[in-house]
């Protein structure tokens, strides 16, 4: 699976943006799909995923009620809805995939785009 992020950018607190994972090699509905992020000098951390059996989702609970992870089919692509930016969330969002339903660790991760909260 091929995955390209996007929709990264600069914006205020209390703002929203949007990304984007479009997946090529494979369609979104037959893979675990997912987003983490990395903000400087701190470790990689899950933020949301969405299951392929069922669409059910995950949150981290530093984002849950401010993002929606969603997957539109016909497009072949996930999103990761950001709601209330806070500052806290700049980091480096990649967008990731899995085969297993049950393996902890993904197998395809994007390049990364780029997200910065201002106060």
């Known amino acids: 699976v091929q995955l390209q992020a996007s929709g990264g950018g600069l914006v205020q607190a209390g703002g929203s943006l949007r990304l984007a994972c479009a997946a090529s090699?494979?369609?979104?509905?037959?893979?675990?799909m997912g987003w983490f992020r990395q903000a400087p000098g701190k470790e990689r951390e899950f933020v949301a995923a969405v299951r392929r059996s069922g669409g059910s989702t995950v949150y981290a609970d530093s984002v849950k009620g401010r993002f929606t992870i969603s997957r539109d089919n016909a497009k072949n692509t996930v999103y990761l809805q950001m709601n209330s930016l806070k500052p806290e969330d700049t980091a480096v969002y990649y967008c990731v995939a899995k085969d297993s339903d049950y393996a902890r660790q993904y197998d395809y991760w994007g390049q990364g785009t780029l997200v910065t909260v201002s106060s």
């Open positions: 090699g494979r369609t979104v509905s037959r893979v675990n």
